[in-house]
């Protein structure tokens, strides 16, 4: 990454960037094959819009004009426009788009989306101020089937397990699950709970018990959230047995238990390995109703989770109609910014170029420049050395760039000749005939290997 003077604001070096354009290009790949239509929203809403999902006020960027800053600074009064902010996520503004839009779409209408967002938080390892997102949802009109919460963590394993990365895996849990053991414990502030056992990765079982001590959570109540949230398996049979074990039932409880292993059965069918239960999973956010996800890349937990989403059944709704959905976020710059750092992952080659033509004399320029038109006309990312200085130096500026072809315009009476640069093989060529091996056509990305 590049070094930049406000923090929080990620700008990749060029290979860096080719990484991303890399990850972007295999989750666009992956979203479409399972029928996801892409979209784009507004980077702008309305504060209103952006202050309905909860706790994220606090992190909304505000947008305004100079002028209206200005005036208010000179105590005169300014223009009164609609609040406005930068949206912090994908969801939100989607959920307008769905209520805006529904007469026009399709239900139950599956899209994905990949765009920038902004949080007001203090940038730190992976997290950032300005990221880019990439997020799938299915939304129903008035009701939206169960089986979409099985499909959509798979789709998402399918497409981060694609890339060229450690073992990801995503994990699950079911709010009604959380809810249900609350509830037949007698918990009554069930939304503190949520949101304290959803700091456990960061505060620890210690700082989560005082937590939920101050919210009036008794010591026996506190003890059963805690044994709940060390569930882990991927065996439904387990995950019945170790609730039954701590005497928790109730309605609503086996609805989200049946729910969940149902989730865990499907996906270890399709996908084995790649779903995992995880119980201290609550999601924080006030609008998941159902099944709720994480993620982490193994031998890289300290990361957090890169992915994450859940059911929602009356984020979008107009008064009349209610869309329930499921959804799934991937940070992608939180990704990026690993793949880069640690490293995981290396780019073949610094520039989409996979030809230079050399250039014998200025005045032979036009000369390399047809040559190099020829070469674009077919396909071939081409590029004409900025001078004609010694072969050796022009060499070096393609092997500088880790471009693997060099073309040298033959002398009069001649045929011209490519270089591969890595090899030292040359021969003879034609640009209108030359064939570049397929796996120089673009930059590629490979794992690092110990």
């Avoid at 223009?79 to 307008?96: I, N, Q, S, Y």
């Avoid at 398996?233 to 609503?252: F, H, I, K, M, P």
């Avoid at 090899?423 to 590629?444: I, M, R």
Wanted: net charge negative; glycine share 8%.
């Amino acid at each position: 990454m590049a070094r930049t003077s406000l923090s929080g604001f990620p700008e990749w070096l060029p290979e860096g960037r080719i990484i991303e354009m890399h990850v972007l290009d295999e989750l666009r790949r992956v979203f479409e094959l399972h029928g996801f239509a892409g979209i784009e929203t507004r980077a702008v809403e309305t504060l209103e819009q952006l202050e309905a999902k909860g706790e994220t006020s606090k992190e909304i960027y505000v947008l305004d004009r100079l002028q209206a800053l200005k005036a208010a600074a000179a105590g005169a009064r300014a223009p009164k426009d609609k609040g406005m902010g930068l949206h912090f996520d994908l969801t939100v503004p989607f959920a307008r788009y769905v209520v805006e839009n529904a007469n026009e779409l399709d239900f139950p209408f599956k899209r994905y989306q990949i765009q920038k967002v902004w949080r007001g938080e203090r940038p730190q390892d992976g997290r950032f101020r300005e990221f880019t997102q990439a997020d799938i949802d299915v939304v129903g009109n008035g009701e939206l089937p169960f089986h979409f919460e099985v499909d959509l963590p798979l789709v998402m394993a399918e497409a981060l397990n694609n890339l060229p990365i450690p073992p990801v895996r995503v994990l699950v849990n079911n709010r009604k699950v959380v809810q249900g053991v609350c509830e037949s414990l007698g918990v009554t502030d069930v939304e503190a709970a949520l949101r304290g056992l959803d700091k456990i990765d960061k505060i620890g079982p210690e700082g989560v018990a005082a937590e939920l001590a101050q919210s009036g959570i008794d010591g026996n109540q506190v003890s059963v959230l805690l044994q709940m949230a060390q569930i882990r398996t991927s065996e439904s049979s387990e995950v019945r047995a170790r609730l039954a074990e701590l005497g928790v039932c109730g309605e609503l409880l086996d609805e989200g238990l049946k729910e969940l292993t149902e989730l865990l059965d499907t996906a270890n069918k399709r996908m084995p390995g790649a779903v995992v239960a995880d119980l201290k999973i609550a999601r924080g956010l006030d609008y998941y109703t159902g099944s709720v996800y994480e993620s982490e890349i193994e031998g890289h937990e300290d990361l957090g989770s890169i992915c994450s989403g859940g059911r929602y059944d009356s984020l979008a709704k107009d008064g009349k109609r209610t869309y329930p959905g499921v959804g799934l976020s991937i940070g992608v710059s939180r990704l990026v910014s690993r793949m880069i750092s640690a490293p995981m992952v290396k780019a073949s080659r610094k520039v989409p170029t996979a030809v230079v033509v050399a250039v014998i004399a200025e005045e032979q320029r036009e000369r390399s420049e047809a040559i190099a038109a020829v070469l674009r006309s077919r396909g071939i990312s081409t590029d004409v050395a900025p001078s004609a200085a010694k072969f050796g130096k022009q060499i070096k500026f393609a092997d500088k760039r880790g471009i693997p072809f060099v073309w040298f315009p033959g002398e009069e009476g001649s045929a011209d000749t490519v270089k591969d640069i890595r090899s030292g093989e040359q021969v003879d060529a034609d640009p209108h005939t030359w064939a570049l091996p397929e796996a120089d056509a673009v930059p590629t990305i490979e794992k690092v290997t110990d």
